[in-house]
């Protein structure tokens, strides 16, 4: 139990695979977040960990790498095949999170954790492996976000998005070199490379003179599947978080390039009659940027129909999908937006900005605007709202767009593509998957 593995581990691989001869296959999906970590990443796990927990006909087991405090969030989405594997912290991930519990000696030991931590002295350098998976005989390791580890198991590397290439005035000189030096090197130690839409793929491509054949596009699933528990009492949640009447949803952290400064300028230039008592309401962590944010909506005297809710439950995110009016993305850069294929599942039409690879991911299923135009962001968030014919066609076509997109699928495009990066045989439904997986 050294490495503090939640189940004894069998080592002695008896177990066979029928097809192959070999033993089953074992895989390590990189789970090191804590709950309510940023962006969808935290949806990414829990619908992996959930839709690979179901798939009970092969003979795989998964391990899942948590850090060694926050495993509850995760422990539950685990099936028979599924456990978790603790990944120790370094001395200086210690002292830093001693450093946000003890504000007395906090700047003392943020000093000494930076000078233990070379990414953030200036001097990166490539994480190395701390053994945790090789000495439970990991076959392949999926590294589900950025931040991976030099290992010499076979792996799957997600760079999401090469954002600071496209938009490097959000970034310090530092954080650019830092994800450029770790992006080169995971995708070349990678067997694969995965991202979520063939705009992504082409850009990681193009990048770093990546093979085509080793990149491949895997859509996720919606955050909220069809199959949880019933939605909350839609009407108790608008009176909890004091909501309007008529709002627009835009589900976002508020990060520089997620312009929601977009959205609060066109606020005031509404034309239609719903549209001019309509209010946003953000959710999301809020960082710093929220300020300028909030700063902006008072001077254009906006501030009382601005609605910032903070990180809020999957629950009620289920019932604001379906409370709003009208979902609105003006973000400069998504490699793919989980908002619009909640927005599709939740019956809510959608208007999104017209860049990176969100025009193909909306399809015919909603209007695209330009993100620096306030002008055109109004036009199309008042025919959004007062359309029905036009809402009704876009909410048919997103609902339609969505209904083959399930954690089952992505699970089993995955298992598949485990599989090929192990060297494994891979049956009818896995070659098909793997040459089909790509929706936008």
Partial sequence: MAFGWDRPLDLTRSTADPVNGAPGLRVCIDARLEPGSPGGLETVVIGLARGLSRLTDGDEEYFFLVNPVHVEWLSQYLGANSRVLRYPYSLAERILRLARRSPGIRERLVRLGKRLVPSQAGRFRIAQSRGVIEA??????????????RTGIPSIYHPHDLQHRH?????????????????????????????????????????????????HVIPFAPGLEEDEPELPDREAVRRRLALPEDFVLYPAQTWPHKNHLALVEALPKLRSTAGSACSLVFTGRVTTHAEVIRARSRELGVESRIHMLGFVSQSDLKALYRLSRAVVIPSLFEAGSFPIWEAFRAGIPVAT??????????????????????????????????????????????????????????????????????????????RQLLVSAATF
């Avoid at 070349?188 to 990546?210: K, P």
Wanted: net charge neutral; glycine share 4%; aromatic share 10%.
């Fill in 136 to 149: 439970a005989g990991v076959d392949v390791v999926h590294f589900t976000t950025q931040g991976a580890f």
């Fill in 167 to 215: 938009l490097p005035q959000f970034f310090t000189r530092r954080e650019y070199d830092a994800r450029e030096k770790a992006f080169r090197e995971y995708c070349s130690q990678a067997s694969a490379v995965a991202v979520v839409s063939r705009w992504t793929r082409d850009d990681v491509i193009e990048a770093y003179g990546i093979e085509p054949e080793k990149v």
């Fill in 353 to 430: 900005a017209r860049t990176t690879s969100l025009p193909d991911q909306l399809g015919d299923a909603g209007l695209v605007f330009d993100p620096r135009d306030s002008d055109d962001i109004a036009r199309s968030v008042d025919r959004l709202l007062t359309d029905d014919q036009l809402r009704e066609r876009f909410i048919r076509a997103g609902r339609e767009r969505v209904q083959h997109l399930t954690w089952d699928r992505t699970a089993r495009c995955f298992r598949a593509l485990y599989r090929s990066v192990a060297g494994r045989r891979l049956s009818a439904e896995d």
